[in-house]
């Protein structure tokens, strides 16, 4: 797959697609409040297209650990008006980061065209909702849930883990009538995983491109650079750009970011020397 068909608008993914993300919330671990209203949100979407951003993540509810809970009508009103203001002058992709049914189905009726949901669709009705909608969706690998997921996560060996959660949710997917070239993996990266998880399924990421649907990594700003590097998540950047790199180079196809303009200018001057002809 090349090209990934959201709802009308194509998501190219011969090359890296870097995804911008965009949390319309007052809690998120690394923007909270930063683009709270409709406006600031808009602003912020142009802003990363302008620096080379190929999709827009959208997302109302934070999922960081401890973050709490809110109704879907909340959500909605966060995510709804910046959706249709951004489908209003603009044709580039926009995708809903959520758990919920009822927002899945909202955003793509209001033109969103990828559900990217941290739960995988296993949430109450949000299968049916994706289907429904006729759009691609991105599942996630994630022990726990938002709440209390780092609490204290084990695995035996974390890359068969998330390996087989991924493909069981894949076929469970292909099975209700989403197409397979309609399914992307995430691997969850800071989702009920400690920073040595995060190394491991790093360093083997490979394994999970095999399964055979384009992989979307997240690791802009996450917390294994503050543990490792004791840095402040506005500290992070040099350390972000690295990590997508290393992600592009073991096969990742889309990475979700907060710093466009850097991944972007990074990840397209890799891609020239990759593809360059002696």
């Not at 923007?31 to 302008?50: E, I, N, P, S």
């Not at 609490?151 to 991924?166: C, G, K, N, R, T």
Request: proline share 4%; with cysteine; net charge negative.
């Amino acid at each position: 797959m090349t090209v990934l068909d959201c709802g009308g608008r194509p998501l190219e993914l011969g090359r890296t697609a870097i995804m911008g993300v965009l949390n319309i919330t007052p809690d998120s671990f690394s923007d909270g409040g930063l683009f709270f209203t409709a406006d600031q949100a808009v602003a912020q979407a142009r802003k990363m297209v302008t620096e080379g951003a190929d999709i827009i993540d959208i997302g109302g509810e934070s999922t960081r650990p401890g973050a709490w809970a809110i109704s879907v009508q909340q959500e909605l009103d966060r995510v709804i008006p910046v959706i249709e203001a951004l489908r209003a002058e603009s044709d580039i992709p926009v995708s809903i980061d959520t758990s919920k049914a009822e927002v899945m189905a909202a955003a793509v009726s209001a033109g969103a065209g990828l559900i990217n949901d941290v739960c995988a669709l296993q949430g109450a009705g949000a299968l049916e909702a994706a289907v429904n909608a006729g759009v691609p969706v991105c599942l996630m690998h994630m022990q726990g849930e938002p709440r209390t997921m780092q609490a204290d996560p084990q695995y035996e060996d974390i890359v068969a883990a998330v390996s087989d959660f991924l493909q069981q949710r894949r076929q469970a997917c292909i099975g209700a009538g989403i197409p397979a070239d309609h399914i992307l993996l995430d691997p969850g990266f800071g989702f009920g995983k400690a920073a040595e998880h995060n190394l491991e399924l790093l360093s083997r990421l490979n394994k999970l491109v095999v399964l055979g649907s384009p992989v979307l990594v997240g690791l802009s700003r996450k917390s294994m650079i503050g543990s490792l590097l004791e840095l402040p998540v506005e500290q992070r950047l040099y350390a972000s750009v690295a990590l997508a790199l290393f992600a592009v180079s073991q096969g990742a196809r889309i990475v979700r970011v907060h710093d466009v303009a850097a991944t972007h200018q990074a990840v397209r001057m890799w891609e020239s020397i990759q593809t360059h002809e002696a």
